[in-house]
């Protein structure tokens, strides 16, 4: 995305898939229901643009709040009758931010509602691109460098990143695919107790910041280097057959599986909600395209887990 001032993120290139939230604010509610989301992470990597997504769906949005004001904010905004969903862009330049916003979380669920923390984030290559592409200095870099303010603020943010409900890598992602992350994220379906992105990647444009479990496919056969194959991609039946088809793949794909419904059965036990899967090859079109989308059919149907799938780097050569 290229617009700082939104927070938004850069590359106009991959491909993506994910869902929605509605519900106007100030609708009435039990407390049961009140949700309440707190965007944070560093700047240039996309606050402003996923408070945007939450405001069309209906959220009760505050932008750049300091963290000491979240205790207030749902009493400022109630007016007799609380809004259902709050969602608050936390401003991170208080020096006592990290204290502050763990108080305004206590206060919250102390007032009936479920905050949520999303962290969001991009390589330090990334926010330079996009603060440079609009010639804006970074907030915290003073008389120093741009790269001085994100490094500050990277190390103001480590802990406040670590404890977050999730973390959303947006290096490789555009408005739009930012915008989906969000919805799917903030689907309000209760049955679902964890979400879980399954994602392809290419090796060359990085690993997933956000990624929680790497798978590498670099050990099969490129379909690449089939020149009748090279200009389709993992979804195409073709390079599908060619990946798949290649010996001990299937026995690969169901030794992951068992792996991660193992890992699911944890994960639900410790109340985690959500866990990216990022299965990578050099370039993210053939094979990791290919068996990410093989590897959700063989997870799905499991009770209180909902999958996505995201090729992050589909399209980007």
Request: hydrophobic fraction near 40%; proline fraction near 4%.
């Given at each position: 995305?290229?617009?700082?001032?939104?927070?938004?993120?850069?590359?106009?290139?991959?491909?993506?898939?994910?869902?929605?939230?509605?519900?106007?604010?100030?609708?009435?509610?039990?407390a049961?229901?009140?949700?309440?989301?707190?965007?944070?992470?560093?700047?240039?990597?996309?606050?402003?643009?996923?408070?945007?997504?939450?405001?069309?769906?209906?959220?009760?949005?505050?932008?750049?709040?300091?963290?000491?004001?979240?205790?207030?904010?749902?009493?400022?905004?109630?007016?007799?009758?609380?809004?259902?969903?709050?969602?608050?862009?936390?401003?991170?330049?208080?020096?006592?931010?990290?204290?502050?916003?763990?108080?305004?979380?206590?206060?919250?669920e102390?007032?009936g509602?479920?905050?949520?923390?999303?962290?969001?984030?991009?390589?330090?290559?990334?926010?330079?691109?996009?603060?440079?592409?609009?010639?804006r200095?970074?907030?915290?870099?003073?008389?120093?460098?741009?790269?001085?303010?994100?490094?500050?603020?990277?190390?103001?943010?480590?802990?406040?990143?670590?404890?977050?409900?999730v973390?959303?890598?947006?290096?490789?992602?555009?408005?739009?695919?930012?915008?989906?992350?969000?919805?799917?994220?903030?689907?309000?379906?209760?049955?679902?107790?964890?979400?879980?992105?399954?994602?392809?990647?290419?090796?060359?444009?990085?690993?997933?910041?956000?990624?929680?479990?790497?798978?590498?496919?670099?050990?099969?056969?490129?379909?690449?280097w089939?020149?009748?194959?090279?200009?389709?991609?993992?979804?195409?039946?073709?390079?599908?057959?060619?990946?798949?088809?290649?010996?001990?793949?299937?026995?690969?794909?169901?030794?992951v599986?068992?792996?991660?419904?193992?890992?699911?059965?944890?994960?639900?036990?410790?109340?985690?909600?959500?866990?990216?899967?990022?299965?990578?090859?050099t370039?993210?079109?053939?094979?990791?395209?290919?068996?990410?989308?093989?590897?959700?059919?063989?997870?799905?149907?499991?009770?209180?887990?909902?999958?996505?799938?995201?090729?992050?780097?589909?399209?980007?050569?």
């Open positions: 995305m290229t617009d700082v001032d939104a927070d938004a993120t850069a590359s106009p290139d991959p491909a993506v898939d994910p869902g929605g939230a509605d519900t106007a604010a100030g609708s009435e509610v039990s049961d229901h009140r949700e309440f989301v707190l965007l944070t992470g560093m700047s240039g990597a996309g606050r402003s643009t996923a408070a945007n997504v939450l405001e069309d769906r209906g959220w009760y949005v505050v932008d750049n709040i300091p963290a000491r004001m979240l205790a207030d904010l749902v009493d400022v905004v109630s007016g007799g009758v609380r809004p259902q969903k709050v969602a608050a862009v936390v401003d991170v330049r208080s020096r006592d931010f990290t204290t502050e916003l763990s108080a305004g979380i206590r206060t919250l102390a007032k509602y479920t905050p949520r923390t999303i962290f969001v984030d991009s390589t330090d290559e990334a926010l330079v691109r996009r603060f440079e592409s609009v010639r200095p970074h907030p915290l870099q003073g008389d120093g460098l741009l790269l001085d303010g994100i490094h500050k603020e990277r190390r103001m943010l480590g802990d406040i990143r670590s404890g977050a409900d973390v959303i890598d947006t290096t490789g992602y555009n408005v739009h695919q930012l915008g989906l992350a969000v919805d799917e994220l903030l689907d309000t379906d209760v049955t679902v107790r964890l979400r879980m992105a399954v994602l392809s990647f290419g090796f060359k444009y990085g690993i997933p910041l956000d990624a929680d479990v790497v798978l590498d496919l670099r050990f099969l056969v490129n379909p690449y089939q020149p009748e194959l090279r200009k389709f991609t993992g979804r195409d039946e073709r390079v599908r057959d060619y990946v798949l088809g290649q010996s001990g793949v299937d026995a690969y794909l169901d030794a599986a068992q792996m991660l419904n193992i890992a699911m059965d944890g994960y639900l036990a410790e109340g985690r909600r959500y866990v990216t899967v990022a299965i990578g090859c370039g993210g079109k053939h094979r990791s395209v290919a068996v990410t989308e093989e590897l959700v059919k063989r997870l799905e149907g499991r009770p209180g887990v909902a999958l996505t799938t995201f090729h992050r780097d589909l399209g980007r050569e």
